[in-house]
C-alpha cells in the first residue's frame, strides 16, 4: 500500500514562497509518477505539477515559471518549490502517486495524501 504524507504548507504573503515535501512508502518515487495537486474553497481539484519516470515533468500553465518538481530518489521524497505565490494559489495541496502505471498527463491518480494548505495573502 502506497502512503503519501505531505507537509510544508502555511501562510505566506504574495511574492513569498514555500516548499512543499511528500514522503512516499510502499513504493519507490524512482519508478513512480508523482504529482501535485490543489483544491480551492468552491473550485474543482487541479493538476499544478506532475513528474515522470525520466527527468519529464509538466506544469499548469498558471505556475509555469514559478513551481518546480522535483524529486529526492534517496530520501524517497518529492517536493514542489513554489515562489512568486500569488493569492490565487491559496488552497489545499495534495501529493498524488500513479502507479503501477503511469500515463502522460495522467489526472487519476491511485494515490493520494492528506493534503496540507497554503494560504497567500496580499
Known amino acids: 500500500q502506497v502512503q503519501l504524507v505531505e507537509s510544508g504548507g502555511g501562510s505566506v504573503q504574495a511574492g513569498g514562497s514555500l516548499r512543499l515535501s511528500c514522503v512516499v512508502s510502499?513504493?519507490?518515487?524512482?519508478?513512480?509518477?508523482m504529482g501535485w495537486f490543489r483544491q480551492a474553497p468552491g473550485k474543482e481539484r487541479e493538476v499544478v505539477a506532475r513528474i515522470y519516470l525520466g527527468p519529464e515533468t509538466d506544469y499548469a500553465d498558471s505556475v509555469k515559471g514559478r513551481f518546480t518538481i522535483s524529486r529526492d530518489n534517496v530520501k524517497n521524497t518529492v517536493y514542489l518549490q513554489m515562489s512568486s505565490l500569488k493569492p490565487e494559489d491559496t488552497a489545499m495541496y495534495y501529493c498524488a502517486a500513479k502507479d503501477p502505471i503511469c500515463t502522460w498527463r495522467f489526472t487519476q491518480p491511485n494515490y493520494w495524501g492528506q493534503g496540507t494548505q497554503v494560504t497567500v495573502s496580499s
Open positions: 510502499g513504493s519507490s518515487v524512482s519508478t513512480t509518477c
